[in-house]
Structures are given as C-alpha cells and as structure tokens.
C-alpha cells in the first residue's frame, strides 16, 4: 500500500489525536466505550448528538463517544491518526474519500460484523451503496446521500405568474425550457429581485457542471484502477455543459455575478430560484417567512443525473483492533440507519430504502419532494485521487466562470494537471 504520510506530520498530528477518548464525558460502569470522529457542523451536529443519545439509551452494552473534529484539518488529521494506530475506533468518511482509505489498507471490511448483528445491504439504496463496494466487499455503511437540488421561492415565482396550482414550476425541462423559465424571472420580478441566486465560484458551481456534464452522457473523468487510473473525460460533453452554465451568467444574465452570499439572497426572500445540497431544507424550513420548494435540479439533457456525495459509517483498521469495539461499532451503524429519519430532519436522503418507504419519513415535509433523486445520482470516480481532481476541476472551472479561460483553454488545463496527478 502507498504511504503518504511524512514522519513530520505524523508526529505534530499524534498529539493532536492521542486524546480521543474524552475525559469530558463519563463511561457508565461495564459499557464497552466506542470513540467516533465526526466532521459535523451546525444542525448536522446537532441531529448525529440526538442519534448518539439514543443509541446509548437504547442498550447497556457500548457507548459511543462523539468527538467533534474541525473539517478543514479532517482527512488529514484522520488518515494520519489511523495509519499511526491512534485514530478513533468509529469515523465518519464522504463516499469520495473511500477509495483512499481502502488503498491505505486505513480501513476494515465490515460485512463479517453486519453479518453477525443483522446489517442487511438489501435494505439499502442499491445506486448510493454501489459507491463504498471493493472487489465485492463493504468498505463502509452510508448514512445518506445528499444531492445538489433546486429551491424555489413559491412567492416570488407565484408572483411572476410561472407557479401552477399544484405548486409545480411552469417549466418545460429542457436546456431551452430552463433558460426561459429563468428568463421571465427576470423581466416579471420586482425591482431588487434576482431570478437566480447561486455562486460563480466554488463547489456549487462544479456539482451542476457535474450533473450536466453526466445528463449529457459523460460519465468519468477518469476510471480504471484505484491508484493508477486513466483520463477518460469526454472534452466534448465537459465543455457543453460548461459552456451552459456560463451563458447563465453571462449571456442569458439571469444570475448575478459575485453575490457576497447567495444563500442569505434566498433565504431573505430575494432571489426566486437557488441551487445547493438537500442540507439547506433543515435552514430554509426554520427560517421565519420564507415559503419555498425543493426539487431535483431539472434533467434537460437526456439522461437523469445529479451530483451526491454521501456521508458514511468506517471502522478504522488496527491490528490489534478489539471485536468487541467492532462489533459495537457495526451495532450503532445499523442503529443509525435504522433510524435515518431522525438523520434526515438535516434535509438528507436516508441511505435506507426501507426508511425512505418508512411512515416516519414521509411525515417529514419537503423531504419527499426529492428523495427519488437518491435512484439516479452520480458520484465521483472511485479513485484515491478524488479530492485533487475535485481541486482541480473547481479550480479551472472558475476561471470560465470568471471569463479567465474559454471552456476549451480551461479543459486543456484541467487534463494537464489531472494526468499529471495520476502519473504521480
């Protein structure tokens, strides 16, 4: 296995990682203790904390520890502690970072323990579950997955006439259809209003490049073997859709350049349409006033798709690891699947078929509104390069967004590095 940890970093991060279990918080007598790292912030935190109580109220024989690790440092901080035998017991991964992991050997396969404990992978979303299977074996458990969708101000659209009575979109979804949606925005809003709210800078940006680019017919931007894969990105279809986005904001001007934050222009009510991840439905629905909509962002090229990532469960791999710790840990995982719906009041897509199906779900508002989103999303190539071609292809796409590079300049770009990257 590849190492790439320097002997530096290795030893500044041990201390930082040698406190995992927390002194703050009491084992009760006789409970095996199971240390989780997690990544979360704002509600996300605060609905993984209530799912962690119930599950140490639910039975007398583990007890996790939820520890809180800032998410810039996260992955490095992770792999480094596990790769040194100091890392938690329990750890939260995006589906993206699984394959580094895997390569790592920083990972256990967990289907010996969901076989013991009752975990069955038929209960899963079979296309989010596809994401953490290598060489036929379960690398981790998805908690969700969480998709880029649209959101809609009802009152705004309502207002320019564009909002039907069953609260569907006058929209015909097609490349064209999109644009004059977006186009009568502008002209029937009030003054100060914009039809569109979204980045062009960013993440945002690059998953509706993603979506496209897929809804096109594209599908990797490389593919083959974990370590070594080989560029494969159809140019073509990249720069169509690139090409797309662009003319949103520059030739059709239905999205303003450089807004500050658009994720306040919505929620103040100033924007009629936005674009995010599913995450932004447990903001939107606590924010006084704002009468909204989510929906899948609109398939007008063809073929269904939509950027996801997904959050998911990992066991840590140590060679002297405690079974009963593993088991433990594999016992929470079904636990915190089972009860995906307490996960989704964050605005994600339970990983669970049979919690999406579940009553409990269904009462949840919104959540329903895009939850077949989950059957048809595209993740990232399954490589250990994900997250520097996931810089790269951010950091390029930009320069068209920003009219720094034509789409065709920007590509060439983005194959230089990317082969360079995977040469390495």
């Known amino acids: 296995m590849r190492k790439i940890f320097s002997i530096v970093l290795i030893v500044f991060l041990l201390a930082a990682c040698s406190g995992n279990k927390s002194s703050n918080t009491k084992v009760p007598e006789g409970r095996t203790e199971i240390v989780m790292w997690n990544l979360f912030g704002g509600g996300d935190a605060e609905y993984m904390q209530e799912i962690v109580d119930a599950f140490n109220e639910s039975q007398d024989k583990y007890f996790i520890t939820n520890v809180f690790q800032e998410y810039e440092e996260y992955y490095t901080k992770l792999l480094t502690s596990i790769a040194s035998g100091k890392g938690p017991d329990l750890a939260i991964a995006h589906s993206y970072v699984i394959p580094e992991l895997v390569a790592e050997g920083l990972v256990t396969p967990i289907d010996k323990y969901a076989s013991e404990i009752g975990l069955k992978w038929e209960e899963f979303n079979q296309n989010v579950l596809e994401a953490v299977i290598f060489e036929d074996k379960h690398y981790a458990v998805p908690i969700d997955t969480h998709p880029e969708i649209m959101f809609i101000n009802n009152k705004l659209v309502r207002e320019a006439g564009l909002l039907n009575d069953d609260g569907t979109v006058m929209m015909e979804e097609t490349p064209e259809g999109f644009v004059e949606f977006l186009t009568k925005l502008k002209e029937k809003l009030p003054e100060g209003k914009m039809p569109f709210a979204f980045s062009n800078v960013g993440e945002d940006p690059y998953r509706i ?12 931007i490389v593919e083959g073997d974990l370590e070594h894969p080989k560029y494969v990105l159809d140019t073509e279809k990249a720069i169509q859709a690139a090409k797309y986005i662009y003319d949103l904001y520059h030739t059709h001007k239905v999205i303003p350049l450089n807004l500050a934050d658009f994720y306040s222009d919505f929620q103040t009510g100033n924007a009629a349409v936005m674009a995010t991840g599913v995450w932004a439905t447990g903001i939107w629905e606590k924010t006084d006033g704002l009468e909204f909509t989510p929906m899948p962002f609109p398939n007008m090229f063809g073929q269904k798709a939509a950027w996801a990532s997904s959050h998911t469960f990992v066991l840590p791999f140590y060679s002297n690891a405690d079974e009963e710790v ?60 994900a997250r520097g071609i996931q810089d790269i292809m951010i950091r390029n796409l930009d320069r068209i967004w920003t009219n720094e590079a034509t789409p065709e300049e920007a590509f060439k770009t983005i194959e230089q590095e990317v082969t360079e990257l995977i040469s390495n």
């Open 209 to 220: 490049w993603w979506a496209l680019y897929n809804q096109l017919g594209g599908e990797h």
């Open 326 to 385: 593993l088991k433990g840990a594999v016992e929470f995982m079904k636990f915190a699947t089972d009860n995906g719906a307490m996960w989704a009041k964050a605005g994600h897509i339970p990983a669970k078929d049979t919690v999406v199906e579940s009553k409990e779900f269904k009462e949840l508002p919104y959540r329903s509104d895009y939850a077949q989103v989950a059957d048809y999303v595209k993740v990232v190539d399954k490589t250990v390069h």
